[in-house]
T-cell receptor, first 115, second 115 residues
Framework: ETGVTQTPRHLVMGMTNKKSLKCEQH?????MYWYKQSAKKPLELMFV???????ENNSVPSRFSPECPNSSHLFLHLHTLQPEDSALYLC??????????????FGPGTRLTVL | DQQVKQNSPSLSVQEGRISILNCDYT??????FLWYKKYPAEGPTFLIS?????DKNEDGRFTVFLNKSAKHLSLHIVPSQPGDSAVYFC????FGAGNNRKLIWGLGTSLAVNP
């Protein structure tokens, strides 16, 4: 595996379900990111981890819970979501959050549908 | 309030001609600008960047121009090829709290290159 991988690629869940999204990077990077992409909106940064420490939480509702056990893995735990949470969830990594212009490498995303 | 604006949601050009994608920003503290390209069902991929101390950066068929006084940048693709058909995102970055950077994204412009 190379680059940034995300599983699952597609997920349909009910509002009472609990599910998790997984991201793994094989680039030796130290920063990892969760983004949400909704129709007609810019990419919304949700969370950032730099050296496994959370450095950004962009006022994300608590029904989204990130976990970063090491620099290569990032999870997004989902619980009692709402239909408006349906979106493409993208994971990205970068060398470090301090790096010169912070070029980020993205995974293919998880298309989430909440019924 | 969107700090990075891509006012054209879509653009259509003929193969072999020039594609010009535009981006405007409001925050004069941004010091790096990046362009990403996104195909359907894939994450964005980094294309080219420019530092605020430069006014032009070229990489093969892709050139980015920066006009700081107008707070405007543009991506030129010459010659355009059908494989360039994708959504192009403009992003800007600056150091924030704790010397960490984050990317601020535009809405994207969908480019169609017609054979």
């Amino acid at each position: 595996e190379t680059g940034v991988t995300q599983t699952p690629r597609h997920l349909v869940m009910g509002m009472t379900n609990k599910k998790s999204l997984k991201c793994e990077q094989h680039l030796g990077h130290n920063a990892m990111y969760w983004y949400k992409q909704s129709a007609k909106k810019p990419l919304e940064l949700m969370f950032v981890y730099n050296f496994k420490e959370q450095t950004e939480n962009n006022s994300v509702p608590s029904r989204f819970s990130p976990e970063c056990p090491n620099s290569s893995h990032l999870f997004l735990h989902l619980h009692t979501l709402q239909p408006e949470d349906s979106a493409l969830y993208l994971c990205a990594s970068s060398q470090g959050q301090w790096s010169s212009y912070n070029e980020q490498f993205f995974g293919p995303g998880t298309r989430l549908t909440v019924l | 309030d969107q700090q990075v604006k891509q006012n054209s949601p879509s653009l259509s050009v003929q193969e072999g001609r020039i594609s010009i994608l535009n981006c405007d920003y409001t925050n004069s503290m941004f010091d790096y600008f990046l362009w990403y390209k996104k195909y359907p069902a894939e994450g964005p991929t980094f294309l080219i960047s420019i530092s605020s101390i430069k006014d032009k950066n070229e990489d093969g068929r892709f050139t980015v121009f920066l006009n700081k006084s107008a707070k405007h940048l543009s991506l030129h693709i010459v010659p355009s090829q059908p494989g360039d058909s994708a959504v192009y995102f403009c992003a800007a970055t600056r150091f924030g709290a704790g010397n960490n950077r984050k990317l601020i994204w535009g809405l994207g412009t969908s480019l169609a290159v017609n054979p």
